[in-house]
């Protein structure tokens, strides 16, 4: 298999533009890609022809703005290149116009309230930084989305103004520090997406699964995570076919599929890129999740991309690797050897810790999601309180630099493996702490509260917007100073000082953690209808009008669209829980108590004079469970007629929150320990053991 003969064979890249395209027509593209100019239509239209005659070649008919709305996946519709000529016949055509803009239809669309549903005209507009691709036999072009008045509808929209406004106040620090051969800084993102394969006959035999993508009912089996064996184990030849085929995919989509492995949890599993710019990360891990699902399908899988598709096991996240760079290949999170003298590290480093500290709720918000509540917080690392790890060496750097003490460097350590055929090596100078939310990995930083079926465009749109808003500020101090390395300094100590608290090295999983993080008054949003208002607090839309991210308006309309979103959701999972509860479990369970009573009845007319039966004794216990289902049924059917009572969007979330979901909660209670108790041919739906160690 030759990769690089293949790697990017489905994309209109950089080499097939030079190779293609007029050197007149390539330069101007390139400036547009490169510094944001206005595309000339006449430019437009040679590209879109070139783009047209590359993908007939390799077996086109069609082609799709390919874009991002609220919904969280993308959406695309498709058009032929055909075009009539007189005689009946067609012709093949696709302009720079057709390139350049689309028209779906915007009502359709989740608007928070932005577009009425008869208002339906929309726009989408070609990103020129994000190559186009060829899928399914369509030409599949990145595009922006936008409703008719203006306001976006989309999530890439966002997230490029985001690494416009970073680079800009970027670019002003690096000036100020005296860097002037810089032209460009870019945010980059690695984004390590955790998944599940489980059995597709299986799958089809689970509604929860079908409507929700996750598992309402089912008890836990004999063996779940405990032992660790599964974390990086032996990949079964089933799961390996599936990642080679999926790696081979992707490599033809021009992404950097890097590294594979099994997670902690069984059926379970990771895949993680190299890094690349924000919006191409974001615009590949969208691709990256759509094909997971296609191979999957051809290899008799489902892939689950919920938060937390099986109760009682590792949930998935997607680790979000962010880092800037320059056009140089500076990376400017990198310490060097030597972080106390490097203060254009240090500079950089304490916007980043600024950043998160006065934005904490906007990052708990950035990763808030119905499936993401089920792992944050209360049921599995990281924590729904956001702190930051930089590790035991950079602390001591920074702790010097607040209190004026003398920092001395370390010489790396060596690790003495102490076997003569193992080689000793040098040692990383701090730990990794897998349990922080916000945690320094050495050139980076690794957000881990990201959900694994999340659109990370929110996330990195967020991050960059409030690393931005603090490099602006010192910008603005440090242009004015007329001492810049003390200045810059002072400001470092400064910086560390008000924001020290958001730095915990330790254990986030500890309960003395939650404790302490109370003391230093971090926030601690256990869920998202208890982030989420907090979007449109007054600092949040001034941060983002400030930027120029998002108006009032949209930033409202975002805020009503997740709500509602959650609130639909849970209402789903509900119904389906109903669903379930009603046609198949009570069914079952009954017919289950009746055989038992037949055969208990049976043996006692061949022995009257048997006492006990277990049959009877299972009968009871059974009996009395299934009475208690049947009130926990009407509870949560009770549940799911109130919340139609309930006016305004955050009300309703909450409602759900505290109302359905626990009732949800205290039927699966019931219906799991029934399961327990029953005999396997009897119980509808496929256990946990089947579904979690089939594949």
């Known amino acids: 298999?030759?990769?690089?003969?293949?790697?990017?064979?489905?994309?209109?890249?950089?080499?097939?533009?030079?190779?293609?395209?007029?050197?007149?027509?390539?330069?101007?593209?390139?400036?547009?890609?490169?510094?944001?100019?206005?595309?000339?239509?006449?430019?437009?239209?040679?590209?879109?022809?070139?783009?047209?005659?590359?993908?007939?070649?390799?077996?086109?008919?069609?082609?799709?703005?390919?874009?991002?709305?609220?919904?969280?996946?993308?959406?695309?519709?498709?058009?032929?290149?055909?075009?009539?000529?007189?005689?009946?016949?067609?012709?093949?055509?696709?302009?720079?116009?057709?390139?350049?803009?689309?028209?779906?239809?915007?009502?359709?669309?989740?608007?928070?309230?932005?577009?009425?549903?008869?208002?339906?005209?929309?726009?989408?507009?070609?990103?020129?930084?994000?190559?186009?691709?060829?899928?399914?036999?369509?030409?599949?072009?990145?595009?922006?989305?936008?409703?008719?008045?203006?306001?976006?509808?989309?999530?890439?929209?966002?997230?490029?103004?985001?690494?416009?406004?970073?680079?800009?106040?970027?670019?002003?620090?690096?000036r100020a520090l005296g860097d002037e051969t810089t032209e460009r800084v870019m945010t980059t993102v690695g984004p390590e997406q955790e998944y599940f394969l489980v059995d597709k006959e299986i799958f089809k035999k689970r509604k929860d699964l079908i409507y929700c993508g996750r598992t309402l009912f089912g008890a836990r089996p004999p063996k779940g995570q405990e032992l660790d064996d599964h974390y990086f184990g032996t990949i079964k030849p089933r799961v390996s076919a599936y990642m080679k085929e999926l790696d081979e995919a992707l490599w033809k989509y021009g992404i950097y599929a890097k590294t594979k492995h099994n997670e902690v949890a069984p059926a379970q599993h990771e895949l993680a890129p190299i890094f690349d710019s924000s919006n191409i990360a974001t615009d590949h891990n969208q691709l990256t999740m759509a094909t997971m699902k296609d191979i999957a399908d051809k290899h008799g899988l489902v892939c689950l991309l919920h938060e937390k598709p099986f109760a009682g096991v590792n949930g998935s996240g997607k680790h979000n690797n962010w880092s800037m760079s320059t056009n140089t290949g500076k990376n400017l999170l990198d310490p060097t050897k030597n972080p106390r003298e490097n203060i254009q590290f240090l500079v950089f480093l304490a916007a980043v810790i600024r950043a998160v500290d006065d934005h904490q709720d906007l990052l708990r918000i950035a990763v808030a999601s119905a499936g993401n509540d089920h792992r944050l917080g209360?049921?599995?690392?990281?924590?729904?309180?956001?702190?930051?790890?930089?590790?035991?060496?950079?602390?001591?750097?920074?702790?010097?630099?607040?209190?004026?003490?003398?920092?001395?460097?370390?010489?790396?350590?060596?690790?003495?493996?102490?076997?003569?055929?193992?080689?000793?090596?040098v040692k990383d100078t701090s730990d990794r702490n897998r349990t922080s939310p916000f945690a320094f990995t050495g050139n980076k930083f690794e957000f881990r509260m990201v959900g694994s079926a999340e659109n990370i465009a929110c996330t990195n749109t967020i991050i960059n917007t409030i690393v931005a808003d603090a490099l602006c500020d010192f910008a603005d101090e440090l242009e004015k100073a007329e001492n810049v390395p003390t200045a810059a300094e002072e400001l470092v100590r400064k910086t560390l000082q008000q924001h020290r608290r958001i730095i915990f090295n330790g254990d986030n999983y500890s309960d003395e953690w939650v404790a302490e993080a109370q003391k230093r008054g971090l926030l601690n949003y256990r869920s998202l209808p208890e982030a989420l208002p907090h979007y449109t607090d007054e600092k949040n839309i001034r941060l983002f009008g400030k930027h120029g991210i998002y108006t009032e308006v949209e930033l409202r309309s975002r805020t009503e669209i997740i709500l509602e979103n959650y609130s639909k959701i849970i209402n789903i999972e509900a119904l389906t829980a109903l669903d379930m509860a009603k046609k198949d479990i009570v069914p079952a369970v009954s017919s289950y108590i009746r055989d038992l009573a037949e055969t208990a009845s049976l043996v006692r007319s061949i022995d009257a004079e048997i006492v006990t039966?277990?049959?009877?004794?299972?009968?009871?216990?059974?009996?009395?469970?299934?009475?208690?289902?049947?009130?926990?049924?009407?509870?949560?059917?009770?549940?799911?007629?109130?919340?139609?009572?309930?006016?305004?969007?955050?009300?309703?979330?909450?409602?759900?929150?505290?109302?359905?979901?626990?009732?949800?909660?205290?039927?699966?209670?019931?219906?799991?320990?029934?399961?327990?108790?029953?005999?396997?041919?009897?119980?509808?739906?496929?256990?946990?053991?089947?579904?979690?160690?089939?594949?």
């Not at 607040?402 to 090596?425: C, Q, R, S, W």
Request: glycine share 6%.
């Open 378 to 425: 209360a049921n599995e690392a990281p924590p729904a309180i956001l702190s930051m790890y930089l590790g035991d060496d950079l602390s001591e750097v920074l702790r010097s630099i607040m209190y004026h003490e003398e920092y001395t460097k370390k010489d790396a350590p060596i690790m003495e493996t102490n076997a003569g055929v193992l080689p000793n090596f």
């Open 1 to 174: 298999m030759n990769v690089p003969e293949f790697f990017g064979s489905l994309v209109f890249n950089d080499a097939a533009m030079k190779e293609r395209l007029p050197k007149g027509t390539y330069k101007a593209l390139k400036k547009t890609i490169e510094e944001g100019k206005p595309l000339d239509i006449n430019v437009a239209n040679v590209v879109a022809h070139s783009m047209k005659e590359w993908a007939l070649e390799h077996g086109a008919t069609h082609y799709t703005h390919w874009f991002q709305p609220m919904t969280g996946i993308t959406a695309e519709k498709h058009d032929s290149f055909i075009t009539p000529t007189e005689g009946g016949g067609v012709i093949m055509e696709f302009s720079g116009k057709e390139l350049i803009k689309g028209e779906p239809d915007a009502s359709s669309f989740p608007s928070g309230g932005i577009r009425a549903t008869f208002e339906a005209r929309g726009y989408t507009a070609w990103d020129p930084t994000s190559y186009a691709f060829i899928k399914d036999g369509s030409l599949c072009i990145p595009t922006a989305f936008c409703s008719y008045t203006g306001e976006i509808l989309d999530k890439k929209t966002p997230l490029l103004r985001s690494m416009e406004v970073i680079e800009v106040q970027a670019l002003r620090v690096l």
């Open 613 to 695: 039966l277990p049959e009877v004794e299972l009968v009871k216990k059974l009996s009395n469970l299934l009475a208690c289902f049947a009130k926990k049924i009407d509870i949560l059917d009770q549940a799911v007629l109130g919340a139609k009572e309930v006016e305004g969007v955050a009300e309703s979330a909450t409602y759900y929150k505290e109302k359905v979901l626990a009732a949800m909660q205290e039927l699966r209670a019931v219906a799991d320990e029934m399961e327990s108790n029953m005999s396997a041919k009897y119980w509808p739906y496929p256990s946990y053991g089947t579904m979690l160690f089939s594949v």
